[in-house]
C-alpha cells in the first residue's frame, strides 16, 4: 500500500506541475500577444500627428508630405470637419465616395466612438475643427462601448485565482477519474510483487490495462513454487541419505571397535599389535563422533531436532564439561583451567541442557583437535547487565586472519571454498552455531589474548 500512496502522489504531482507550467505558459503567451497589440493605440496618435500637422494656408489646407507619406503606408484616408459649418474642408485624395461631406453632433459623436460607413475612424483636435482618420473596413475592430464595471476590476484579482483553482479541480477530478481504472490494476500488482519474496503463492487477476504484468507475475510466482518444491525434495533427500549412512555405518563401526578394543586389551599380542589395535579403536571413535556430529548438523538445520527448554545453569552445565573433559585427558597434554568468579553460581536460561553441553564440548574438542601438541585451555562464564557469556580460549597455535574471516562468513558447512568436494571446515563450530541459535544466542570467533583461538557464547537474559 506505501508503494501505492508513493504512486498516487508522483501522479498528482506531475499533475499539479503540468498545471502549473501550462497556467504560467498561457499568461506568458497572453502577455507577449498583448505586447504585440500595443500598435493598437497607432490610430488614435495617427490622428492626433495628422490633426497637428494640418496647416491652413491662404490657398486652402496643406499636410506635410511626411504625414501623407504615413497614411498612404496605412492606407487610410483623412478629413477635416470644420467646427462652424460641420462640413468637411479638406481631405485626402483617396478618399472614398461613399463619405459623407458634412455632419451633425450625432454624426460626430458616433464616429468618434465607432464607424463611418463601415470605416473604423480616429479623431484628432485641430485648429477650429476636428480631424477624422480613417482606416480599411478590415484593419481594426472598435468596442462601441468601453465601459467597465469598477466593482469587477476592483476584484479582478481574487476573481482570476477563483477561476484558476476551479480550473485545477476539474482538472484534477478528470485526471483522477481517467486514471482511476489504471490505480485499481497497479494495486493487485504491486500486492503480488510484495508478496513474492515471502515464498508464499501469489495469484493476481489477469484482467484490465495491465493484464500481461500480472500475468508474468503469476508464472514467476509458479517458477518460484516449483523451485522451492524442488529444493525442499533434495534437502529432504539429504537429510534422509545422512541419516541412513548414519545408521548403517553405526553397526560395523561398533564392530570395529569392539575387536579392537579386544586386541587392544590382550596381553599375549606384541606391545606393536596391541598399539595399532589402540589407533584404530581411537579413529573410530573420532568416526563415531563425526557420523553423529552429521547427523545432529543435519537435524538442526532441518528443524529435526527437538529443543526442550527448561530451566538450565550455564555455569554448571559448563564446569561439568570442564570435568568431562578433564576426566578424559588422560595424558595432560590439555591443562584446562576454570576462570568463573567463585561468586557466580547461577546463570539460568530456557534451553536444552544436553544440546548446551555438546556445544561447549565441541568447543574444548575443537582447542585439542587444532593443537596437537598441547595447549592450555581457560573457559570462563560471564554475568553482565543483559546478557551471558561463555569465552572459551587456548594459547595454541591460534588462527590466521584469512582463516578467521572464512569462519566468521561460512554459509555452509557442505559447501567449499574453492568448488572442491573438501568442505569448509569441521562440524564441531558448525553444531556449536546451530545450536546456539536455536537458543537465541550468538557465537563469536577472534584471536586469543596468548596467541590462541578464542569463541565467546552468548545469551541474552530474557529468552
Known amino acids: 500500500m506505501r508503494d501505492i500512496t508513493r504512486l498516487v502522489r ?39 500627428e495628422t490633426a497637428a500637422a494640418l496647416q491652413k494656408t491662404e490657398t486652402g489646407y496643406l499636410l506635410p508630405n511626411e504625414i501623407s507619406d504615413e497614411l498612404i503606408q496605412e492606407n487610410a484616408w483623412a478629413i477635416y470637419i470644420d467646427n462652424e ?9 483617396n478618399l472614398p465616395d461613399t463619405i459623407p461631406s458634412s455632419y451633425t453632433i450625432s454624426d460626430i459623436s458616433s464616429l468618434t466612438r465607432g464607424y463611418i460607413d463601415g470605416y473604423p475612424t480616429y479623431t484628432g483636435e485641430a485648429k477650429d475643427g476636428l480631424v477624422v482618420v480613417g482606416y480599411p473596413k ?18 479582478a484579482p481574487s476573481i482570476v485565482l477563483i477561476v484558476i483553482a476551479v480550473n485545477v479541480f476539474l482538472i484534477f477530478l478528470i485526471y483522477m477519474i481517467a486514471n482511476s481504472k489504471l490505480l485499481k490494476s497497479v494495486r493487485p500488482i504491486t500486492n503480488g510483487i510484495q508478496a513474492l519474496p515471502s515464498g508464499e503463492p501469489v495469484s493476481v487477476k489477469e484482467q484490465g490495462i495491465l493484464s500481461e504484468l500480472a500475468k508474468k507475475i503469476n ?63 581411537q ?7 563425526l557420523i553423529n556430529d552429521l547427523n545432529l548438523a543435519s537435524k538442526l538445520e532441518y528443524n529435526m531436532q527437538p529443543i526442550n527448554p527448561v530451566p538450565v545453569n550455564l555455569v554448571a552445565v559448563a564446569r561439568q564439561s570442564v570435568v568431562d573433559f578433564m576426566n578424559l585427558d588422560m595424558e595432560e597434554k590439555y591443562p584446562i583451567e576454570w576462570k568463573t568468579a567463585e561468586d557466580l553460581t547461577t546463570c539460568v536460561i530456557q534451553g536444552d541442557k544436553e544440546l548446551l553441553r555438546r556445544a561447549i564440548g565441541n568447543l574444548i574438542t575443537n582447542a585439542q583437535v587444532h593443537n596437537p601438541d598441547g595447549c592450555e585451555i581457560s573457559v570462563c562464564v560471564v554475568k553482565e547487565d543483559a546478557e551471558y557469556k561463555i569465552i572459551i580460549e587456548d594459547n595454541g597455535v591460534g588462527i590466521t586472519d584469512e582463516k578467521l574471516e572464512k569462519l566468521r562468513n561460512t554459509p555452509h558447512y557442505m559447501m567449499s571454498d574453492s568448488g572442491t568436494d573438501e568442505p569448509r571446515h569441521g562440524l564441531g563450530l558448525l553444531i556449536v552455531g546451530q545450536i546456539v541459535h536455536a537458543h537465541n544466542g550468538t557465537v563469536s570467533f577472534d584471536h586469543g589474548a596468548n596467541g590462541g583461538f578464542a569463541v565467546t557464547v552468548t545469551f541474552p537474559l530474557n529468552i
Not at 20 to 48: C, D, E, F, Y
Request: glycine share 4%; aromatic share 8%; proline share 3%.
Open 10 to 48: 508522483r501522479f498528482v504531482g506531475i499533475l499539479l506541475l503540468s498545471t502549473v507550467l501550462l497556467i504560467a505558459l498561457n499568461i506568458a503567451i497572453i502577455v507577449i500577444v498583448s505586447a504585440h497589440q500595443t500598435a493598437n493605440g497607432r490610430p488614435w496618435t495617427m490622428a492626433k
Open 283 to 289: 579413529q573410530s571413535i573420532k568416526m563415531k563422533n
Open 85 to 93: 459649418t460641420m462640413a468637411v474642408k479638406w481631405h485626402t485624395e
Open 219 to 281: 508464472r514467476t510466482s509458479d517458477i518460484l513454487q516449483e523451485q522451492k518444491r524442488d529444493l525442499q525434495k533434495k534437502e529432504t533427500a539429504r537429510a534422509n541419505w545422512i541419516s541412513g549412512v548414519s545408521h548403517d555405518i553405526r553397526t560395523p563401526l561398533s564392530m570395529v571397535m569392539g575387536y579392537a578394543g579386544q586386541i587392544e586389551e590382550n596381553e599375549a599380542l606384541p606391545e606393536a599389535d596391541r598399539k595399532k589395535a589402540r589407533i584404530i579403536r
Open 138 to 155: 478590415d484593419r481594426f475592430w472598435k468596442h462601441m462601448s468601453p465601459s467597465w464595471d469598477y466593482y469587477f476590476i476592483k476584484n
